[in-house]
């Protein structure tokens, strides 16, 4: 198996030259690293984009101009082969934080003039030596709340800063040993396999004590927030989800699913088709059906998981749902 550090070294080359990006530079420096038709793939607003003039447009352009002094934190690096499409794909992966100053609106978000932690989850897929496509997922219900605006009722987790692995050893720049990588793979398609605890016949506890540690940390979105043990994940999260979206939901499938070390993830687009029966986020019930862009990233522990980042498109959500947030703090700021 490849040890990954051609493609290690190129989106991290990349990633020191978006560092020193202004809006005016931003264009020249995707143009080095990316290929012409380059899909990227955004949250809500920003969606699907094809090239670098496209995505400077949509996301680096209004980030850098109300952001100044920008740092990108990392808290995960890693690489490897995407299982999704029978291991080909080359993706180079990495979380944490976009830390700058916050000193001009953007999106309707008003400027604090103070730090501002942007969590992102990025996902670049490398060939030809050429980044060719990329998932950037950014939570900016958490940096709403950063910022004092609150756009939904409040959270069933907690709102905080999140810290990257309690190990502090997700930032994996040096080839690792191939075979730690397949057991996390093997851990995270044990969850993914893991029937629904009424099928089982046992309680939803006993179902992810097969596969967690009972001291598991969900990093969980911002409109969700972070829960710790499986008993408080339960009533944080699992629980309001499957009131509010009791009629269920369809799984879609991953477009990228991968491990290195001990850690690994997955993202899709869009992992769920989701049924909203009401009360789900504040939100009532929606005209149709809608969806979750989602992304999990784990640490693996002993061959059970022991804690989990998670980002979704809430945005998107109930925008379907006929909610624009974002629209809305726009319109409100526009009075």
């Not at 699913?257 to 504040?282: D, I, K, P, Q």
């Not at 809608?290 to 959500?317: C, H, P, T």
Request: charged fraction near 20%; proline fraction near 5%.
């Amino acid at each position: 198996m490849s040890d990954f550090q051609a493609e290690k070294q190129l989106v991290r080359a990349y990633h020191d030259e978006l560092a020193l990006a202004t809006p005016d530079s931003v264009v020249s420096i995707l143009q080095r690293y990316t290929a012409p038709d380059w899909h990227w793939r955004g949250m809500h607003p920003f969606h699907e984009q094809f090239g670098a003039e496209a995505v400077a447009d949509v996301f680096w352009t209004p980030f850098l101009t109300a952001m100044t002094r920008v740092q990108r934190r990392s808290d995960i690096f890693m690489a490897g082969l995407n299982e999704v499409d029978g291991f080909k794909g080359r993706w180079v992966v990495q979380m944490g934080h976009l830390m700058a100053l916050f000193d001009k609106p953007y999106l309707g978000i008003l400027p604090t003039g103070k730090i501002a932690m942007l969590r992102f989850a990025e996902f670049n897929r490398v060939e030809g030596g050429r980044i060719i496509e990329t998932a950037m997922f950014v939570d900016l219900l958490h940096l709403m709340a950063q910022a004092g605006q609150f756009p939904l009722p409040p959270q069933t987790g907690a709102q905080l800063v999140q810290p990257g692995p309690m190990t502090h050893q997700g930032v994996m720049h040096e080839r690792q040993d191939p075979a730690l990588g397949e057991r996390s793979l093997a851990a995270i398609n044990a969850l993914l396999g893991n029937p629904k605890s009424k099928e089982l016949g046992i309680t939803e506890a006993e179902r992810l004590r097969r596969v967690w540690h009972d001291d598991m940390i969900w990093w969980g979105p911002g409109g969700i927030g972070a829960s710790y043990t499986i008993p408080r994940y339960l009533k944080q999260h699992s629980e309001p989800f499957s009131d509010g979206l009791h009629t269920g939901y369809n799984f879609n499938g991953h477009l990228c699913r991968m491990a290195e070390g001990n850690f690994g993830g997955f993202f899709g687009w869009a992992n769920l088709t989701v049924f909203n029966s009401g009360g789900y986020l504040g939100m009532t019930k929606g005209p149709a059906p809608s969806e979750m862009r989602v992304v999990d990233l784990y640490r693996v522990q002993d061959g059970k998981l022991a804690e989990n980042w998670i980002f979704i498109d809430i945005l998107n959500y109930l925008a379907i749902q006929g909610l624009d947030v974002l629209g809305r703090m726009q319109r409100i700021r526009e009075y």
